[in-house]
Antibody, heavy 117, light 107 residues
Framework: QVQLVQSGAEVKKPGASVKLSCKTS????????VHWVRQAPGRRFEWLGW????????AYSQNLQGRVTITRDSYAKTVYMELNNLDFEDTAVYYC???????????WGQGTRVTVS | DIQMTQSPSTLSASEGDRVTITCRAS??????LAWYQQKPGKAPELLIY???NLQSGVPLRFSGSRSGTEFTLTISSLQPDDSANYYC?????????FGQGTKLEIK
């Protein structure tokens, strides 16, 4: 079945970087864009960016001021999201989710908790 | 950015009740609106897409509608399993944005 499985929880210090992974299975990797979204305590969901695994085109939220990079490994069917220069406000649960063909996020990863402390 | 204003923030209703949650977009998003259900500690699950299309596997008691830039999620007959947080999301343009959420409690 379709699955997006994310890497485990991370604890980082301010100024550090974190790289999260999202391993996909059960569907054609290049048929769906993969997006990253985060949910910080007490705040609404925030969209971070996306990648087209086939073309490697990416787009990012301008709110992150160039701190985020999304990449993919086609052989491993895995998408990565790296966030640099972490701040306390980056503490959140980070989700990957797939999107295709006029539909929104029909499948999500289980989430990865990132704590900046 | 497109602002999504969702109401109410909390909602308490009894089993069998009909409930509605509303989301208003700050500008036209056509019908590019989704509704998600999220239970504690879990990822969101897609309920409705393109404002009124029911995602496969979602119970028929869930429905969505649109009137201009105002969107509504309706649960026709509330069940205990519907206790959750609900979010709207526009995917008309980047950055995709979400409503602040509605916490639905079953009395």
């Amino acid at each position: 079945q379709v699955q997006l499985v994310q890497s485990g929880a991370e604890v980082k210090k301010p100024g550090a970087s974190v790289k999260l992974s999202c391993k996909t299975s059960g569907y054609a990797f290049t048929d769906y864009a993969v997006h990253w979204v985060r949910q910080a305590p007490g705040r609404r969901f925030e969209w971070l960016g996306w990648i087209n695994p086939g073309t490697v085109n990416t787009a990012y939220s301008q709110n992150l001021q160039g701190r985020v990079t999304i990449t993919r490994d086609s052989y491993a069917k895995t998408v990565y999201m790296e966030l640099n220069n972490l701040d306390f406000e980056d503490t959140a649960v980070y989700y990957c989710a797939r999107l295709c063909c006029g539909q929104p996020f029909d499948m999500w990863g289980q989430g990865t908790r990132v704590t900046v402390s | 950015d497109i602002q999504m204003t969702q109401s109410p923030s909390t909602l308490s209703a009894s089993e069998g009740d009909r409930v509605t949650i509303t989301c208003r977009a700050s500008q036209s998003i056509n019908s590019w609106l989704a509704w998600y259900q999220q239970k504690p500690g879990k990822a969101p699950e897609l309920l409705i897409y393109e404002a009124s299309n029911l995602q496969s596997g979602v119970p028929l008691r869930f429905s969505g509608s649109r009137s201009g830039t105002e969107f509504t999620l309706t649960i026709s007959s509330l069940q205990p399993d519907d206790s959750a947080n609900y979010y709207c999301q526009q995917y008309s343009g980047y950055p995709y944005t979400f409503g602040q959420g509605t916490k639905l409690e079953i009395k």
